[in-house]
């Protein structure tokens, strides 16, 4: 623990090694195991990376208007919705492993969400940041995540964490909320062409001010 900042207490640990995704599953399964030590009731828990993407995290609390029986809460982005890896719908916007596909193909798959949308139910996501009911989930094992698939292969470790989440409750419901907002990541020139009109649009849209000017 810090002795300046006594309820922050950083976690370290050395000679973790593998893929990517090994140390990031590594990283997730223990927070949620010392999350689950904590003797203090806890109502909500916040997962975020801890780089440029939540620079301006902003509107968390826009979380707490989705349905009552909500488990977890993904955040949107300003501009263009980065995190297709993590991300599963139940259409056929993201239904597969975005990395199995040719770029091309996937360039297309980007989209700005603007934060008049209504909330997202998807089986899978995170872009970055997401705030997890942990009252509707603290009774579930909640270790679960993994970087490699039975045969070896990188996997999204989110992806792997939410179907073992619906595997013990399949009632379990999971949503972006457009209304809660990170900076993201940069896309690619291509990618920006295509969706630019749209992300000015929200931008200049006096009824979306308070969300946008966050940024």
């Known amino acids: 623990k810090s002795p300046d900042y006594p309820s922050i207490h950083i976690e370290s ?6 893929e990517r995704t ?3 599953a590594h990283a997730r399964n223990r927070l949620w195991k010392l999350v689950g030590e904590i ?10 990376d801890m780089d440029n993407v939540n620079r301006k995290l902003a509107h968390v609390e826009e979380c707490l208007t989705l349905p009552s029986d909500w488990a977890v809460c993904c955040t949107n982005t ?9 991300l599963r719908t139940f259409d056929d916007w993201v239904d597969k492993d975005v990395l199995k596909i040719s770029a091309q193909r ?5 989209r700005h969400i603007p934060a008049s949308e209504p909330p997202i139910p998807v089986k899978s996501c995170f872009n970055g940041a997401a705030l997890y009911n942990y009252r509707r989930l603290k009774s579930l094992n909640l270790t679960t995540y993994a970087g490699l698939d039975n045969s070896g292969t990188r996997i999204c470790e989110h992806v792997v964490f939410y179907q ?14 457009p209304k809660m907002l990170n900076t993201g990541k940069p896309r690619s020139a291509a990618v920006w062409r295509l969706l630019r009109s749209q992300v000015e649009a929200s931008f200049n849209n006096p009824n979306l001010t308070r969300y946008y000017s966050t940024k």
């Open 39 to 48: 003797q203090e009731p806890i109502d909500y828990v916040l997962s975020m």
């Open 164 to 177: 073992s989440l619906l595997q013990q409750d399949p009632n379990l419901q999971f949503y972006i909320q």
């Open 22 to 24: 090994v140390v990031l």
């Open 13 to 18: 640990e050395a000679n973790v090694t593998g």
């Open 106 to 110: 996937r360039q297309r798959l980007f």
């Open 78 to 86: 300003y501009s263009i919705y980065y995190d297709l890896w993590a």
